[in-house]
């Protein structure tokens, strides 16, 4: 099993910039990708990104390119989403995601294992 855990969710303004954390505990080798899915109210839970944890290979969906920076720290078992320049539209529950397949992480894959979610508010 893997445990996910988010944090650094909060209410900020349009143009501002918000990391998220996500710590993994368990059985970590295990993981072959790590991301980012989001869903705001009355919306499906949505790809955000992704990235393998030991290629560095990222996928992010068109909607954040060159705005979300996905990274990991590997020592402290931690991926990270840098989100610049946001946006209203970005308002949404950001939850972390973890799959064990060796297969990406991407838009239509149901990830292994989800954390619980931290809330993100942009304001205008």
């Known amino acids: 099993q893997v445990q996910l855990v988010e944090s650094g969710g909060g209410s900020v303004q349009a143009g501002d910039s918000l990391r998220l954390s996500c710590a993994a505990s368990?059985?970590?080798?295990?993981?072959?990708?790590m991301g980012w899915f989001r869903q705001a109210p009355g919306k499906e839970r949505e790809f955000v990104g992704s990235l393998t944890w030991s290629g560095s290979i990222t996928y992010y969906t068109d909607s954040v390119k060159g705005r979300f920076t996905i990274s990991r720290d590997n020592a402290k078992n931690t991926v990270y989403l840098q989100m610049n320049s946001l946006k209203p539209v970005d308002t949404a529950v950001y939850y972390c995601?973890?799959?064990?397949?060796?297969?990406?992480?991407?838009?239509?894959?149901?990830?292994?294992?989800w954390g619980q979610g931290t809330q993100v508010t942009v304001s205008s």
């Open positions: 995601a973890a799959t064990v397949r060796v297969v990406p992480l991407t838009n239509g894959l149901k990830p292994d294992y």
């Open positions: 368990g059985r970590t080798f295990s993981i072959y990708a």
